[in-house]
């Protein structure tokens, strides 16, 4: 699943550690979602939503709309 998450953060100036802190999750699971090798829990992304002010299917792509 491709995701936005890398650019969100950046446009914050927010480390890997800084995000993973707001969302009480690990670096490694910031890590491993930005690089595609995992795809977050429900809970996990509408937590990411609401932290970036953003609906879900505007930050995560299935490809399922292609």
Not at 25 to 41: L, M
């Amino acid at each position: 699943m491709k995701n936005r998450l890398k650019v969100l953060r950046a446009e914050r100036d927010w480390s890997q550690a800084d995000l993973a802190d707001r969302l009480e999750v690990s670096r490694q699971t910031i890590n491993a979602i930005e690089t595609g090798k995992y795809d977050p829990s429900l809970p996990l992304a509408f937590k990411i939503g609401r932290l970036f002010e953003q609906p879900i299917e505007t930050i995560f792509d299935d490809g399922a709309s292609q």
